[in-house]
């Protein structure tokens, strides 16, 4: 295993890195999230346990692992306490075990009731978790950093300052009424920090000043990334690769020596709005739902669902320079007779084989298929990769010699030992 290693979504979330990581990060000491907030679901099941981990990076499950909430997250304190007191009554002891950045941004009440008005123009389905506009006020500098919460003084000329400003958004643009009753805020605010207060420190310091080896748990995926992705269809922070350095205050001299593996599903979903060129719909759709449990971990929301899109995920590939894709859910498409897999777009009389940034063009193109032949064994719960069906290996293949890089693991699978390694993780 290598000393950094970086696990990271290839896609728009919900590839299944919770399990990859928490496999993985049985051999790292520390264990880092580093972007986004309680909008991630990752979700792990532990000798029969299930865990949803929204905040907390996933690899704190393990006894020895400690785990770090880097500054270039937004923190709901209150639903991280409760993250941490929902893992301790499963009798997995963890906040003695925590570092939470004292430079990361809170997620005020207040963010999510705009999350909420913001979210009735712009349709992009967020999580209502007020992710878009904690980050929002992080960029116009009026947000409020874990570090304001120890001198009440500045927390409440903070407070105040935000209450005006978004009385005067709420009534103003949107027409609606708004009122915060201050008590809210001790609730949802000051007294989870009081029960966090010893756990803050500065992590980037303390990754620096670690020589352990350390795991970085990348939330959402490169096409939800602010920059990268389907802009505006995206999440509010750098969920790629590129979100590693701020995210966590290192420089990226720091990861020159990191390994970087994306997670991909064998088809493809997303959640809320956004172009999504290999979408399928009606009951060839249901179909694909049901069997993957395709319904987001976070919200319950149906995820759409469509086709692998290699297009897509080279794009994920150059991104991020990943060594490796390990990819999740072969077993839905057991016992299809044909696997259709995206590998150019159409728009308007042009093949597309890069990505484009137009969101024009991603929402207008046309996917061009090549059809593959299915598999009628099953790879579910496989472990012996020579066991693995003639035609599944052949789509294996056909990925690998498209996007460039190899396949390292697939996870066949929810539980921990539903796994196989293609290669060695280097
Ligand atoms: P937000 O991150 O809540 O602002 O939502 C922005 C977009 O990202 C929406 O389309 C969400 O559905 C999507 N999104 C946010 N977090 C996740 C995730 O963990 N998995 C999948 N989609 C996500």
Request: hydrophobic share 40%.
């Amino acid at each position: 295993m290598p000393k950094k290693l970086v696990i990271l979504g290839a896609q728009w979330g919900d590839e299944g890195k919770g399990k990859i990581v928490d496999l993985l990060s049985e051999n790292f000491d520390v264990s880092v999230r580093y972007q986004g907030g309680s909008n991630a679901g990752h979700t792990v099941v532990i000798n029969g346990v299930k865990y949803v981990m929204h905040l907390l990076p996933t690899g704190i499950l393990h006894p020895h692992n400690i785990g770090v909430i880097a500054q270039g997250m937004v923190v709901d304190l209150k639903a991280l306490k409760e993250e941490i007191e929902d893992i301790e009554a499963k009798g997995n002891k963890i906040l003695h075990k925590l570092y939470i950045s004292d430079r990361a941004h809170v997620v005020m009440p207040y963010h999510k009731l705009l999350d909420k008005l913001f979210e009735k123009k712009n349709g992009v389905g967020t999580t209502l978790r007020g992710i878009g506009p904690s980050y929002m006020f992080k960029f116009m500098r009026k947000g409020i950093r874990v570090a304001d919460l120890f001198d009440q003084k500045v927390f409440e000329k903070k407070v105040e300052e935000n209450i005006e400003f978004v009385k005067n958004i709420a009534e103003k643009v949107f027409g609606e009424k708004f009122e915060i009753d201050t008590r809210y805020i001790e609730e949802e605010v000051v007294k989870p920090f009081e029960f966090l207060k010893d756990r803050i420190i500065d992590t980037a310091k303390f990754l620096r000043e670690n020589s352990k080896s350390v795991i970085f748990e990348g939330a959402q995926g490169t096409l939800l990334d602010i920059d990268m992705g389907t802009y505006p269809f995206v999440t509010s922070s750098n969920s790629s690769a590129l979100g590693l350095a701020n995210g966590t205050g290192l420089s990226p001299k720091y990861f020159k020596d990191a390994c970087i593996y994306g997670v991909a599903k064998a088809y493809l979903t997303r959640v809320g709005g956004g172009p999504f060129p290999t979408e399928i719909h009606g009951e060839e759709a249901e179909k694909l739902r049901e069997k993957g449990g395709e319904y987001g971990a976070t919200t319950g929301r149906p995820r759409r669902v469509g086709w692998l899109d290699l297009v897509a995920l080279k794009h994920a590939v150059e991104v991020n320079a990943l060594d490796g894709i390990i990819l999740t859910k072969l077993d839905v498409l057991d016992g299809y007779p044909e696997i259709k897999v995206c590998v150019a777009y159409e728009y308007e009389g042009k093949i597309y084989k890069d990505f484009p940034a137009s969101l024009e063009v991603l929402e207008n193109c046309k996917p061009v298929y090549e059809t593959l032949p299915g598999w009628s064994g099953s790879t579910k719960g496989l472990t012996d990769i020579s066991k693995l069906p003639a035609n599944a290996r052949k789509y294996l293949e056909f990925i690998e010699n498209y996007i460039g890089v190899p396949i390292v693991m697939l996870s066949t699978g929810p539980q921990r030992h539903e796994y196989v390694f293609l290669r060695e993780i280097i």
